[in-house]
């Protein structure tokens, strides 16, 4: 008896040992990396992990997620998931000077009438967006932002980034806790980056934030223990219920941030439920996270224009990369009140500093042709810096812009980034034009097929017309297996270039004849990789007919449209025998579109290529749409648009409104159920408010339709 009392407090005993060097290694790391006020010295911190490692080593069953030994990254994975986020990540909308930045806050005002406001101020850090999820204190997923409803899930990666806590610091945490900040990496270490790759004669990141976001999406998370990211946190959520996101709530809204409550056991105790975002940023940090210290809170415009003076001077100061201030109105009540367009909070924008300009030269004038063939003549520059990139390349749109701006090889020009993203030559010095220069001319025939070369007369593009142009099949191919078409996962620009090039590829059917034994022929294509594809090939063939409609490229034809085509004509069959009328008639059609998808069906190749796809097992009908009783909230509903949407059409919308079984007229009267509202709406609105009609944003609408 007495033997096995021992064995069970020497096991107590070692569950509590574990348990201490993990709440101190991980006490110690928020001390150096978040607070940057170490405590331990750093060989006391290398003996307690040494123990620590090793009791894990011989007791694995105490491992736990939030460990110190977590962080090191595990061994490489083989793909990441796609995840939903519980809480989408809403992109912010753009100002790019003080008048418009006062035109949103008249924007605003007009859906919410007050003066009694203030603004919080924060750095935008020039890095990539992270959702992080914790349960019970302790981190469970870590995900990219994506495209704001779906990301990756980056878990291994995440733990690896040391100044985001594995577990939240304070004994009062929610049961489940949504926090969004930004993951970046600080200049000294992207530049220490730099001369490791050059030395090893590898190619260079072009800037930090291109670094952070391939170091994130690396597979082996070692790799991204190495690069030694950092982390900002900005907003912080917590959700009640079984984590599914029924009750999601911003932390900013009902708790009172006076209580704070801090004690020797716990100094930093999390206070929850803040009610302004300032408050939230102080809650992020009793929680352990990093959050930017360069921050303002603001009562008056003058005073946020004040700040952003200083810091579009200030920022080239700091040691990472920052692109402009983001602007949030500070009240969480407020907030609430405004809501959410279907891309942008309302209640918060982006001031972006003015784009940086640069002279250089054009060494050469080159054309770059298309998926649809359109041929984008291309600045090739001498190397200069801008905005953190190395620019050596920068669009000329098309032959009409050239000759406007004249833009001749040898000129000294000034470019910028459009949107701080793309760059593009705005200004030619010609005082600076050396002699001899001449004018630039688009080619007559296509530099990669040398087939004549079309310009339509109601357009500014010039096109080559030969579908078996391989840019054009490039494209096409690339376009096929995009995430948005059929998702084939691992056929990238890489590949497709390749496969071409061998012979592989032709068209988009042939991607359904590639056998692992083809692919093991490439460069630097291992079996494992091939079977990989393969198996990603064979499960697009799983992909709805929308998708396959989208993917098929024809102009005109997004995914919108695609889905709305395949809902009216559930069979390729029934869309490539329709006239023109009947595809016309369809609602958010209309005439341009259904001549585009009329002639694709009337060529011999695209028949033969739908024969082919067919015969390869694709999706190319749906479940014909039979007389439902099922109700849906728009179900004998009549709705009436006003205003500019956010990101619909108004076709586009309708159009969604008629497949939920609603009915989209012009004018407001008694009968009208809903008015869908964008901006500037105009007398219908107010009709509406006084015939006391429901009012819909177009978030709400597509909320509506999600639940169909």
């Not at 223990?225 to 009750?247: H, P």
């Not at 739908?610 to 439902?628: D, H, N, V």
Request: charged share 20%; glycine share 6%; proline share 5%.
């Amino acid at each position: 008896m007495g033997d096995r009392v021992a064995t069970v407090d020497g096991h107590q005993a070692l569950v509590n040992r574990v348990a201490e060097l993990r709440s101190l290694l991980n006490r110690a790391s928020y001390e150096y990396y978040v607070l940057d006020a170490p405590t331990m010295e750093d060989a006391v911190y290398d003996q307690l992990y040494r123990e620590l490692q090793e009791l894990e080593a011989q007791h694995p069953q105490l491992i736990t997620p939030d460990s110190p030994t977590q962080r090191v990254g595990d061994r490489p994975s083989s793909q990441f998931n796609s995840v939903r986020h519980n809480i989408p990540l809403y992109s912010l909308e753009n100002a790019f000077n003080t008048e418009e930045l006062e035109s949103w806050q008249g924007r605003w005002q007009r859906i919410v009438p007050t003066n009694d406001f203030e603004y919080v101020v924060e750095l935008k850090i020039d890095g990539s967006a992270l959702a992080l999820t914790y349960e019970h204190g302790v981190l469970v997923r870590g995900a990219t932002r994506g495209d704001g409803t779906t990301g990756e899930d980056i878990t291994p990666n995440v733990r690896t980034i040391r100044s985001i806590p594995l577990r939240l610091v304070g004994d009062r945490i929610p049961a489940i806790v949504e926090v969004r900040g930004e993951a970046f990496l600080p200049l000294d270490v992207f530049e220490q980056i730099n001369q490791e790759r050059e030395a090893n004669g590898e190619p260079l990141f072009a800037n930090p934030r291109n670094a952070a976001a391939g170091t994130l999406r690396q597979l082996d998370s070692r790799i991204v223990a190495k690069r030694r990211l950092d982390f900002f946190a900005y907003t912080l959520y917590i959700r009640a219920g079984d984590g599914n996101g029924e009750s999601a709530q911003q932390l900013d809204l009902g708790i009172e941030m006076n209580a704070v409550e801090e004690s020797v056991e716990h100094p930093r105790t999390a206070i929850l439920t803040p009610k302004s975002q300032w408050d939230a940023l102080e809650a992020l940090q009793h929680f352990g996270f990093r959050v930017n210290p360069n921050r303002q809170l603001c009562p008056s415009m003058a005073e946020l224009k004040a700040f952003a003076d200083h810091w579009e001077q200030a920022r080239t100061t700091l040691p990472y990369l920052t692109d402009g201030l983001v602007v949030k109105l500070n009240s969480l009540a407020l907030q609430e009140e405004l809501g959410f367009t279907q891309k942008f909070p309302r209640w918060a924008i982006a001031l972006k500093f003015p784009a940086e300009e640069a002279p250089t030269v054009v060494e050469h004038i080159s054309v770059n042709v298309g998926r649809t063939g359109a041929v984008t003549p291309v600045a090739e520059l001498k190397p200069v810096s801008l905005a953190g990139t190395t620019v050596s390349r920068a669009t000329l749109h098309n032959a009409d812009f050239v000759a406007q701006l004249d833009v001749r090889v040898g000129d000294t020009v000034i470019i910028h980034k459009a949107g701080e993203i793309i760059p593009e030559v705005v200004k030619v010095l010609t005082e600076l034009r050396p002699e001899h220069t001449h004018p630039f001319h688009m080619p007559t025939h296509c530099p990669e097929c040398a087939q004549p070369l079309v310009k339509p007369l109601d357009e500014a593009v010039t096109r080559c017309v030969n579908e078996f142009c391989p840019a054009i099949v490039r494209g096409a191919l690339i376009h096929w297996a995009s995430r948005q078409a059929m998702d084939i996962n691992g056929l990238g620009e890489k590949w497709v270039t390749q496969f071409v090039e061998r012979g592989l590829l032709h068209s988009v059917a042939d991607i359904y004849d590639l056998t692992a034994e083809q692919l093991q022929t490439i460069d630097r294509m291992g079996k494992k990789s091939a079977e990989n594809l393969i198996g990603a090939i064979a499960q697009s063939k799983q992909q709805p007919w929308s998708r396959v409609l989208y993917g098929l490229g024809i102009r005109h034809v997004g995914n919108v449209n695609a889905q709305v085509l395949t809902q009216a004509f559930p069979s390729v069959e029934q869309l490539a025998e329709a006239d023109i009328d009947a595809i016309a008639a369809v609602y958010g059609i209309g005439p341009e579109i259904a001549q585009s998808v009329y002639q694709w069906f009337r060529v011999s190749a695209h028949q033969a290529l739908i024969q082919r796809l067919q015969a390869a097992g694709l999706q190319l009908a749906g479940e014909t749409p039979a007389a439902s009783t099922t109700s849906t909230p728009l179900s004998g509903k009549t709705v009436v648009i006003t205003g500019t949407l956010p990101t619909l059409k108004r076709d586009e919308a309708a159009a969604l409104i008629q497949q939920a079984g609603g009915k989209v007229t012009s004018s407001v009267s008694k009968k009208t159920d809903y008015v869908l509202v964008g901006e500037e709406a105009g007398s219908k609105l107010d009709k509406a408010i006084a015939l006391g009609i429901t009012q819909l944003s177009e978030a709400a609408l597509l909320n509506l339709l999600s639940n169909i």
